[in-house]
């Protein structure tokens, strides 16, 4: 059982570049989640899914896009790389509602851009 | 102000200390609380997760939850070199699709 896959690992970006960072659960979760995390700092939602084909803003979701095409893939889809955009990406999957027990996160994306 | 702040730290405590960590948050709508850890270049792992105000125990972990107080807090026995980590405490309310808050973690480091 692979959990939450994420790729690639490690990325370096040129501004104004773009890019797709990719996420896959094998769970059957429902939700699926896209955070940030900047050093010494909690996690910001960006994206968020409730099920295939539906998607909505988190709180920094400027500078990205995402889509739900299938319960198991959530890309994450940056347009015109910026500085500000160096960061940690997460994943997570949970089950919905009240069967919800909390996140499963994948290993992570380190993206840097220069 | 944010929803949710978690006692900085960092936390330094020899090996076999009792750890106490904590959050407050000023939202009553949070219903659910989670700890999570983040071992150093990882993504973070869920800890404990509980929805009513008590205690959770799980083995040397565990979750104490004051929705009176607004403030949870993770304790942490005997601590072992192995749970040095970061810690973030994680919440979310009923009818928002799962979305957690986050607090900015609590970095901890136990010494042999």
């Known amino acids: 059982n692979a959990g939450v896959t994420q790729t690639p690992k490690f990325r370096i970006l040129k501004i104004g570049q773009s890019m797709t960072l990719q996420c896959t659960q094998d769970?059957?979760?429902?939700?699926m989640y896209w955070y940030r995390q900047d050093p010494g700092m909690g996690l910001k939602l960006i994206y968020y899914?409730?099920?295939?084909?539906?998607?909505d803003k988190g709180e920094v979701p400027n500078g990205y896009n995402v889509s739900r095409s299938t319960t198991e893939d959530f890309p994450l889809r940056l347009e015109l790389a910026a500085p500000s955009q160096t960061s940690v990406y997460f994943c997570?999957?949970?089950?919905?509602?009240?069967?919800?027990?909390?996140?499963?996160f994948g290993s992570g994306t380190r993206l840097t851009v220069v | 102000q944010k929803e949710v702040e978690q006692d900085p730290g960092p936390l330094s405590v020899p090996e076999g200390a009792i750890v106490s960590l904590n959050c407050t948050y000023s939202?009553?709508?949070?219903?659910?609380f989670m700890w999570y850890r983040q071992y150093s270049r990882k993504g973070p792992e869920l800890l404990m997760y509980?929805?009513?105000?008590g205690n959770k125990e799980d083995g040397r972990f565990t979750a104490q939850v004051d929705k009176s107080s607004k403030y949870i807090s993770l304790f942490i026995r005997d601590s072992q070199p192995s749970d040095s980590a970061t810690y973030l405490c994680?919440?979310?309310?009923?009818?928002?699709?799962?979305?957690?808050?986050f607090g900015d973690g609590t970095t901890l480091t136990v010494k042999p």
């Open positions: 997570a999957s949970s089950y919905s509602g009240t069967r919800s027990y909390g996140y499963t």
């Open positions: 769970m059957n979760h429902n939700y």
């Open positions: 899914s409730v099920g295939a084909g539906i998607t």
């Open positions: 939202n009553s709508a949070f219903q659910y």
């Open positions: 509980t929805y009513s105000s």
């Open positions: 994680a919440m979310f309310k009923n009818t928002n699709a799962g979305k957690s808050t």
